[in-house]
Structure formats: structure tokens, C-alpha cells
T-cell receptor
């Protein structure tokens, strides 16, 4: 079964810390992987999309890496700020599923001032 | 650009009532999707429309119907609402190309409660 797992479910860090969020997936045959941010009561905001041929993508203080062979992706957040507090979701488009994204359950990040 | 918009934002129904959730996108995307988000279950695909004129079932289609009205609009209908359909519903859209990525953009959601 194709699944996406995010550990830990929750993470609390002090402001200014660099941090890594983890995403693992069960099948290395993927088309792409997408990281989202979700604020409480809001929709999902796309942060980064990594194609299967790419190793990493960067946007501002965010850097996402992809290692298909090990079935892992990480989202690195540099110099965290209280405004980064949100739930971060990882979603994978597995090979053979042309349209469907399979989501992890997310990591709830709290950045304390 | 408004991106993906959804109406209504909130809705309370009684068991057996029907309603239609509306979604529109202004990004000229060809593909549109309906997801539901439940605590502990994550997001699950209900239906999708790969292109105007086509619709297909996702993981949890039972109790729902969809209509791709035109390239911009994709509606989700609950014919006879049940308490199990209490959830947050998200619409998303993307430009789908088999050789490229499929970055999906989401609307703000509709919070539905069925009593």
C-alpha cells in the first residue's frame, strides 16, 4: 500500500532555531512530492514542489530535499520565526496514480518567541 | 488573481438534506479536485476532473456527485447528507502534464456539519 508518514506529529522549538521536518514514503516510484503549510482553520498553501528528477528545491528560508531510493524527503527551515508556526503537510504523487496526491498527516510546528 | 475560491465557507445541514459546494479557479488549470480532511485521517481525494468534460472517482466517492461545469468551475453535491460527511472540504486545481509536475493549489475550504 502506498503511504506517506510524517514524524514527529508535533514539534516545538525556540525562535531562531534551524529545524528539519521529515517525510517518508513507501514506494520509490514517484512523480513528485509537494510540501504544504496549513494554518489553523485555513486552506493549504503550497510551499515547494520537487519533481522526481530533482534532489532539492529552495524558496527563501525553506529547502526541501528528496531521496527516492530511501523513500525520504526533508523540509529544512532556517532561522525559524513565530510566524512559521503551522501544520506542515507532505504529499506524494506515486507512479501509476496520475492525479492523486497521497498526504501524510502532518507535523504541527510551534515556534516559541 | 483570486486563485481557488469556494462557497460557502460554513454550512450546517440536517441528516437527509442536500447541498452543493461550489469551487472556481482563475488560473486556467485543466485539472480540479475535491478532498475531505478529517482528524486523524488526513486529506483524502473524493473526486477529480482531469480536464473539462471528464470526472473520475477518488478514494472516498460514496455519497457524493460532481459536475465539471466548465474549465473554471467544479461542484460537489451531497444528495442526502449523513453525519459521516461532517468534514472540511477542500477544492484544488492544477495544470496537469504527464511529463511534468502537478503542483496543486487549494481553496480555503468549506466546513460542513451534518446533524
Amino acid at each position: 500500500k502506498q503511504e506517506v508518514t510524517q514524524i514527529p506529529a508535533a514539534l516545538s522549538v525556540p525562535e531562531g532555531e534551524n529545524l528539519v521536518l521529515n517525510c517518508s514514503f513507501t514506494d520509490s516510484a514517484i512523480y513528485n512530492l509537494q510540501w504544504f503549510r496549513q494554518d489553523p482553520g485555513k486552506g493549504l498553501t503550497s510551499l515547494l514542489l520537487i519533481q522526481s528528477s530533482q534532489r532539492e528545491q529552495t524558496s527563501g528560508r525553506l529547502n526541501a530535499s528528496l531521496d527516492k531510493s530511501s523513500g525520504r524527503s526533508t523540509l529544512y527551515i532556517a532561522a525559524s520565526q513565530p510566524g512559521d508556526s503551522a501544520t506542515y503537510l507532505c504529499a506524494v504523487r506515486f507512479g501509476g496514480s496520475n492525479y492523486k496526491l497521497t498526504f501524510g498527516k502532518g507535523t504541527l510546528l510551534t515556534v516559541n518567541p | 488573481n483570486a486563485g481557488v475560491t469556494q462557497t460557502p465557507k460554513f454550512q450546517v445541514l440536517k441528516t437527509g438534506q442536500s447541498m452543493t459546494l461550489q469551487c472556481a479557479q482563475d488560473m486556467n488549470h485543466n485539472s480540479m479536485y475535491w478532498y475531505r480532511q478529517d482528524p486523524g485521517m488526513g486529506l483524502r481525494l473524493i473526486y477529480y476532473s482531469a480536464s473539462e468534460g471528464t470526472t473520475d472517482k477518488g478514494e472516498v466517492p460514496n455519497g457524493y456527485n460532481v459536475s465539471r461545469l466548465n474549465k473554471r468551475e467544479f461542484s460537489l453535491r451531497l444528495e442526502s447528507a449523513a453525519p459521516s460527511q461532517t468534514s472540511v472540504y477542500f477544492c484544488a486545481s492544477s495544470f496537469f502534464d504527464r511529463g511534468l509536475g502537478n503542483e496543486q493549489f487549494f481553496g480555503p475550504g468549506t466546513r460542513l456539519t451534518v446533524l
